[in-house]
């Protein structure tokens, strides 16, 4: 048996810019999460993914992602989606950190 639709935001990346953007309820494009369309019907949810994923020249890997309501919107439930709404990182992780401060020979 099928469990319980959760509800979802439709997310993407910018084709362009490769900005993080989510899907608004009057069909644009937000890089805010918390101006996304929160979608609690699972058809409906489905409906607004196909939208979304027919717009090859302005955007890239849309999906549905987890979502609830929050006092300013909807927010992201899984650490992942958290992650993406901070946007991307543009600092060294790991061995790129301690090549980065050992100086080049």
Known sequence: ???????KVVTANDLRLGDVIYLTADDRWS???????????EAH????LLFASAQKLSV????LADAKQGPNGPEPTHFREEFRTRGPSNYFHGKQSDDATQPRT
């Open 31 to 41: 890089r805010h999460h918390n101006e996304a369309e929160l979608i609690e019907d």
């Open 45 to 48: 949810a489905q409906l607004r």
């Open 60 to 63: 890239v890997g849309a999906y």
């Open 1 to 7: 048996m099928k469990g319980r639709f959760s509800p």
